[in-house]
């Protein structure tokens, strides 16, 4: 990882990771068809009006910072992604998760999250789907990404270890899938903790809601 050198134009273009996997396979699968833009490290604040070398100066702070290159990986990359909004759009999307602002569920069961987005047409329903991130693919038995925008869905099984967290993603309309079950996973502790992102794949739009995982004894009848 580098930075850009920002006394010239740079287009720094790269392949996610669902790209490189496909790439990778070489049985024709691969094919660009979207792309997408972001102004992460962008800090508008520095725009200033009252610069006193006139208007050609406004954005000279903004212009002069550093940028990162651009490097795989959804947590820390393209968190806001530029979207084109209807003329005249007054109000910002955001997300409805539908149901409580943290997820509490016990070892082993079931859940299922349907976000609508309000302020955005459609009926709330993003024409693209949503992508659903768990920062820590171990809380999940299984994490699936259900429907889109052609009826398919694309999802991963969660992997269960001891070891590194690592994030898990999927896309779909909705999300569901089932606590994990490991009791070593909980190493004594009666609570893991996670965050679920959820990001408008057509209005941009993005919101966060805690995992709770509380262990639940099994008990044998």
């Known amino acids: 990882m580098g930075y850009l050198n920002n006394q010239v134009v ?7 990771k669902k790209g490189r996997e496909l790439l990778a396979k070489g049985n024709g699968d691969f094919e660009i068809t979207q792309f997408a833009l972001s ?10 009006p009252n610069h006193p070398s006139g208007s050609a100066y406004y954005g000279e702070a903004i212009e002069n910072m550093p940028l990162l290159e651009a490097f795989p990986d959804e947590t820390q990359m393209m968190k806001y992604k530029l979207v084109t909004l209807a003329r005249g759009t007054a109000i910002m999307p955001t997300l409805n998760l539908g149901g409580p602002t943290t997820i509490v569920i016990n070892s082993g069961a079931p859940f299922n999250i349907q976000p609508t987005t309000n302020d955005f047409g459609n009926d709330g329903i993003e024409p693209l789907g949503y992508q659903f991130t768990v920062s ?5 038995n299984s994490f699936n990404g259900i429907g889109g925008p052609d009826g398919n869905m694309q999802d991963t099984n969660t992997v269960i270890t001891n070891g590194t967290s690592t994030s898990s993603t999927v896309v779909g309309s909705s999300c569901s899938g089932n606590a994990t079950s490991v009791p070593t996973l909980f190493s004594g502790n009666s609570t893991l903790y996670a965050t679920l992102t959820v990001i408008g794949l057509s209005s941009g739009a993005r919101a966060q809601i805690p995992v709770k995982i509380n262990y639940a004894t ?4």
């Open 136 to 140: 820590d693919s171990r809380v999940f």
């Open 39 to 48: 102004d992460d490290e962008v800090d508008y604040t520095l725009y200033n």
């Open 218 to 221: 099994q008990r044998n009848s």
């Open 10 to 16: 740079t287009v720094d273009a790269i392949l996610t």
